[in-house]
């Protein structure tokens, strides 16, 4: 087994350009940065009480302008429904909304959306709530406030603004030329992998997961097979299974070698060093889509799936590559396309 390990991370480990990313905590607030020192910060309402968030999202790039996302979870809101902001008790605009399955969604830019973030970061709570233009209301979704100025200003030093005429909080009279340029974003040639359906595993692989934990699998659980090139396939095990996660165990087979993968990670709080290289030895939940091109996995915190992390990777022909890693530990309603990402690369 230490062999195979050994050429798991031969293969599935490889020189990354990523720089550090984080993930930070205040409050009521989860703020986090990509290698490309893209950053979001998202405002939380209590566990238990209405679900709504405020979003504050900002590019790398020196001349990037803060874009501001409101939403509130409302349930078979009409047509020409608004989007009421209060701070404290300032009414700070009606905004036209859109929904989009599952929240009510109003986006502030440019003058709107700076003006909003200096108001923010006075005020004690963000009330957002739902109007249809009668004067009736929906009850609010409450945002405390405090935790926007210590997530702008580590928006701020993660994106080198502090002490420039860019800063969110950390404003100062340096130019905009003291923000360094953005890294470029690392390249991924995907190939399509095809699943196929290939009966149970054969042997070696089946000595290779040995230490799964297979009894913990539900009855009839099938493996993953996806044929990767004429002369190789991926097989994912079952290796336990709770009650809303799935962990599988995924294996290289090629001209009847096994070799265990281990996936490359950024910002991962499940991940485990080898070699120096942020790994997961599993996925949960796996699934590949339908072109073949991405192995996508979401780690659930609770079962509404509101809170976790989430990673896409692609093959290139040789090792599955990192193409985008999501993340919020705090769980209060918010589904996956709106947790910070910590990690991304273009496909090519």
């Keep these: 087994m230490r062999s195979l390990a050994k050429a798991a991370l031969a293969l599935a480990l490889w020189p990354s350009n990523a720089v550090a990313q984080e993930m ?15 950053c ?12 709504g968030f405020v979003k504050i999202e900002r590019g790398g790039e020196a001349n990037a302008a803060p874009l501001v996302t409101l939403g509130l979870y409302e349930v078979g809101s009409g047509r020409g429904s608004k ?3 209060f701070l404290d008790d300032r009414h700070v605009g009606g905004h036209v909304s859109e929904h989009d399955d599952v929240y009510m969604k109003a986006l502030l830019t440019g003058e709107a959306a700076d003006a909003f973030v ?14 249809d233009g009668t004067g009736r209301a929906s009850s609010p979704a409450v945002i405390a406030a405090a935790g926007s100025v210590p997530s702008l200003r580590f928006v701020d030093d993660r994106q080198t603004r502090s002490g420039t005429v860019t800063a ?35 042997a070696s692989i089946a000595n290779a997961a040995k230490d799964a934990d297979i009894l913990a699998c539900p009855d009839g659980m099938e493996p993953i097979v996806a044929r990767l090139s004429a002369r190789r396939t991926l097989w994912g095990i079952c290796n336990w299974a709770a009650a809303y996660n799935i962990g599988y165990s995924f294996f290289l087979v090629a001209e009847g070698q096994v070799t265990p993968v281990a996936f490359e990670v950024h910002g991962s709080s499940n991940s485990r060093f080898q070699h120096g290289v942020s790994v997961l030895t599993e996925l949960v939940n796996p699934s590949i889509s339908r072109d073949g091109l991405t192995l996508s996995a979401t780690n659930a915190g609770r079962g509404a799936g ?6 896409e990777w692609a093959w290139d022909g040789e090792r599955f590559q990192l ?10 309603g918010i589904v996956a396309s709106e947790w910070p990402v910590t990690y991304r690369a273009s496909r090519k």
């Design 83 to 85: 989007l009421e902001a």
């Design 24 to 38: 930070a905590y205040f409050g009521n607030w989860a703020v986090g940065c990509d290698n490309l020192r893209s």
């Design 323 to 332: 193409l985008r890693y999501s993340r919020l530990d705090t769980c209060r």
């Design 118 to 131: 200096v108001a923010l970061g006075k005020a004690r709570q963000l009330r957002i709530s739902r109007s």
């Design 168 to 202: 969110l909080v950390n404003k100062g009279r340096q130019s905009a030329s003291r923000v360094p340029a953005v890294p470029e974003a690392p390249l991924v040639a995907a190939k399509p992998i095809q699943i196929v359906e290939d009966g149970p595993p054969p």
């Design 40 to 51: 979001s910060a998202i405002g939380l309402s209590d566990e238990g009480a209405k679900i």
């Design 306 to 311: 509101d809170c976790g992390e989430k990673g």
